[in-house]
């Protein structure tokens, strides 16, 4: 019996060649070679096996059917296999692809709106944010706290909650801000003391929703936040145009549970 044709019968191309003309990687070219999927037909008088123009089409259908998806178990059977339902294995992977194709828009979609919210911070029109925050919004914050805060691993946290958020989500934020606010003016109205445990509890309440609407907030940052809510004129006309003092109120509850929880407030960092 005659064995493996020699080169000298046609002319061939070696794994080196093949591996170029394909774009396929030589460690693929052996390994299809070795369970059998895709054998180069000739060797050479020197041992070098080469690829005829029968493998080459051969190894051309393999990489187009790898490309669509198809497994090698799948692919052997549908070139080998002459009762194979080639369309049929065909339809179920374009099935498949059509899939993957709507997930990779849902993607897509979902980093516009992640790169959105990183560069701009809140992702609703003008319009929008007066009807969620109220007439003493100003639309301009956002891009204030992004340019104060874009580098920072805090904005990056926020934005990636701001891009799943619609008017909805942000209705809510709001309304358990305001309803915390209101809770902050009448503990003061009612003379709550820095410290007590109805303050404390109402501190422990605003780094529950802070960190909820915005980003994890520890004790330190919250020492940092509750100076910037008096120092900020911005932060004291909102807190004060609630209540007149409020905002100096807060400060100090805030500074009195820090020490409670061993925290200096004069020495406390953004951390």
Known sequence: MRGMPDAAD???????????HLSV????????????????????????????AADLERLHRIVVYR???LGLDRIRAVLDDPAADVPGALRAQRAQVAERIDRLRQLSAGLDRMIDAHERG?????????????????????????????????WSQYAERSATRGPQEWQAISDA?????????DAMDAGVAPGSPEANHL???????????????????????????????A??????????????????V??????????????????
């Open 25 to 52: 990687t030589v460690r693929a070219l052996h390994h299809w070679d070795e369970i059998g999927l895709a054998r180069p037909s000739l060797r050479t008088t020197a041992g070098y096996r080469l690829y005829t």
């Open 10 to 20: 046609a002319d061939g191309l070696t794994v080196g060649q093949v591996s170029t």
């Open 177 to 185: 801000v305001a309803s915390l606010d209101r809770a902050l003016a």
């Open 235 to 252: 932060f004291a006309a909102h807190y004060d145009g609630i209540r007149p003092g409020l905002a100096r109120w807060l400060r100090r």
């Open 122 to 154: 809140l992702l609703l029109t003008v319009e929008q944010q007066a009807a969620i925050f109220g007439p003493g919004w100003n639309p301009d914050w956002p891009a204030q706290a992004r340019q104060r805060y874009g580098d920072t691993a805090q």
């Open 67 to 69: 490309e669509l998806g």
């Open 254 to 271: 805030i500074d009195a549970s820090a020490r409670a929880h061993g925290i200096d407030p004069d020495t406390a960092t953004w951390a």
């Open 203 to 233: 501190v422990e309440r605003h780094r529950d929703v802070f960190a909820s609407s915005y980003f994890p907030l520890s004790r330190q940052m919250q020492v940092c936040l509750g100076r910037r809510y008096e120092a900020d004129p």
